[in-house]
């Protein structure tokens, strides 16, 4: 039994978009695909400051996640953002965190 099993599958869908946007570089490329409002084709590296390898790997993280898409046009990729799926773990992700907030339990022996 895999992790989404012992925990649930909400947790587990806010696992993998926790893992997504916890690195700086794929927060720069949702930044970059989202700032310039389509479809993106062509090497992002060329906009990202890092090597087409390092940003290739970033892209298939976002790619898995489900954050981004990328249609293959020929030699080229088109990227762009997922806004269906970028809502539906913005829904998950305040869901569980209303709950851990609604809790307002205060420790009392513990300090900040």
Known sequence: MG??????????EITIFSKAISNPARLAILKYLAQAKNCISGDI???IPLSRTT???HLKVLRDSGLIK???DGPRINYCINGK????YLKLTEEFFSGVR?????CKDCSD
């Open 85 to 88: 799926r970028v809502e539906e």
């Open 3 to 12: 992790d989404s099993g012992k925990f649930g599958q909400e947790i587990h």
């Open 70 to 72: 990328g249609e293959i």
């Open 45 to 47: 590296s060329d906009y």
């Open 55 to 57: 940003v290739s790997q």
């Open 102 to 106: 609604a809790a307002g339990v205060e």
